[in-house]
């Protein structure tokens, strides 16, 4: 059954009484998250880790090339991505930055039903990074962000958010950015302004078929992404997934 079908099956298990409206649904197999009627993270009830949605596989892309020990998830939702992470290996540190308290709220009753051990902190995710840059600490690996659509209210707050994320960009360190329903002129305005704030990384992206979605990636420049490996010590992907995923990296377009 199509994941569709299975939304216009659901029955209503939560609603807040925040301005956001939020709601959580569930039918026998899936839960899910929306906010204003727009789903944003789907969870398969008897396997929580599994991923439910195609730009989760877009944004994840950057495993085939490294064993990451620090992610930054900037935006919670429902927590696909952090319970994946979580699941993958035991050494992968996975802390998420979320604004809404309701949001992690519902993340800790409904969406991390085996308890993964993911740090979650209420803060927004502009100042967070701007405070970070200052902190000495452990290095992040691995930023990934799902907040852009908030910033892109103005072109102040775009460049404010993705400067902030460069800045904490580290030469062997990855980002990943979701853009989700943007037009073509603000996904080009993104792209323009990370060549203008970087050059010590690739820049590829996807355009999800059938889904508004586009990801961008920033890869270190030593990584070799043009001729992925048919097998590799350096993920913790298995096999058959990581070629699986392969295929589906093949299909990435630069913006260098």
Not at 73 to 87: A, D
Request: hydrophobic residues 40%.
């Amino acid at each position: 059954m199509k994941l569709s079908q299975h939304v216009n099956q659901g029955r209503l298990v939560y609603l807040s009484n925040t301005a956001d409206q939020i709601t959580i649904s569930e039918n026998e197999y899936y839960r899910w998250l929306a906010f204003d009627d727009v789903i944003q993270s789907v969870m398969h009830l008897r396997c929580p880790e599994k991923l439910t949605l195609p730009h989760h596989y877009a944004a994840l892309l950057p495993l085939l090339f490294f064993k990451p020990k620090k992610v930054i998830e900037l935006g919670l939702g429902g927590g696909n991505l952090s319970r994946f992470l979580s699941t993958l290996h035991p050494s992968i540190q996975v802390s998420s930055i979320e604004l809404s308290q309701t949001v992690i709220d519902c993340f800790q009753r409904y969406f991390n039903p085996k308890k993964h051990p993911i740090v979650v902190e209420n803060s927004e995710a502009l100042a967070w990074l701007q405070q970070t840059q200052c902190v000495t600490e452990s290095p992040v690996d691995w930023h990934i962000c799902d907040v852009y659509q908030h910033h892109a209210k103005s072109f102040q707050s775009r460049v404010d958010l993705l400067t902030a994320l460069i800045d904490n960009l580290q030469d062997n360190a990855c980002l990943t950015i979701n853009l989700p329903d943007l037009d073509d002129q603000e996904i080009n305005l993104c792209l323009t302004i990370l060549r203008q704030l970087q050059s010590s990384h690739h820049i590829i992206y996807f355009h999800i078929p059938r889904y508004l979605n586009v990801v961008i990636h920033l890869l270190p420049k030593h990584w070799m992404i043009d001729n992925v490996k048919k097998r590799s010590k350096a993920t913790y992907l298995p096999s058959a997934q990581y070629l699986r995923w392969r295929k589906f990296f093949n299909q990435h377009m630069s913006a260098n």
